[in-house]
């Protein structure tokens, strides 16, 4: 099979992170993979073996109106020029700017990976500026209306289908982990780990992520060991920490492209968001064998922290809770996953997306 994926760039995120895994996956399965970018950014290695190529070779897109229209119009002579070459039996893109540019660019075969619970983006600014929210709500609902979609949650599927109201063909297939790769990059020696144990989250400033919510937790949790934020550092974070008093007790790290000699070595990692998609770090660090504890937001924590696992889900916006649940959670021996991540495994996901590409024949 021949199948192209479409990203805005290859610029950190987690999005982006899950299409390349879902790259090279597919390509050690024996198919072929053109690897799609709007803007030549590149931050991850691309694995060897994919073909890639790029829309926009200098600076950033427009993401205006012309801008995307532009843009649309030279995705749609390169996606053509691959397709004489090799007939493409499905192309996925995926993030909202991205996939409004395939809609415009009219490519046949296409599947829109929606990777977030997007009415808890929507709420979030119905509270600041409830007409940008409306405007928001329908520019979503024409985006994906009638759609193929595939949601990388049940809880994204449900969002989009009772929050949203879009009536659309929906797939729900989970993003993919090679459990085998995860552990051989952790055991990658990695020279600025905390000689000390620590506590660990992953994840980019921004409000989403809540930092704010995490600071307030780590304030009351009274641990005397250091908290390793695993994030680019910036002027807003370094002064939700300084006035918590917490400049001694928290690291910011920066990003790091292997994050999991950081997370195996933790004693626990955290995930207080408001809202997620698939909480991809909740799987790699259960995969690593560490601690977790997270927020059951919408949506996917409570599809990876099931069974026996469910009691490290704490209620949103609760630091006191948060903060209980982490010295619980550090009191308890280390997850041993049996069966719990099968669903997430690679081959198990590879192949519902091999089922995809076969339905367009």
Known sequence: MNYALIVTNLAGGGAERAMLNLAALLTERGHH???ILLENIVEHSVPNGIALHVVTPVGRTGHGWLGKRLTALRLARLWRGINRRRTLDLSISTLPYCDEVVRLARLPRVRYRVANTLSAEIDRLARLTPTKAQRR??????L??????????SGVAADLRERLDIDANIAVVYNPFDFERIRGLSAEPEPDLPARPYVIHVGRFSPQKRHDLLLDAWKLVGLDMPLILLCEPDGGLERMIAERGLTERVTVAGFHANPF??????????LCSDHEGMPNVLVEALACGTRVVSTDCPSGPREVLTGDLARWLVPMSDPLALAATMRDALQAPPPCITHELDAFEASTVVGLYESLAKKEH
């Open 261 to 270: 000699p950081w997370i195996a070595r933790a004693e626990l990692l955290v």
């Open 137 to 142: 709500r329908t520019r979503y609902r024409n």
């Open 33 to 35: 993979i053109d690897l």
């Open 144 to 153: 994906y209306d009638r759609q193929r979609l595939i949601a990388v949650s």
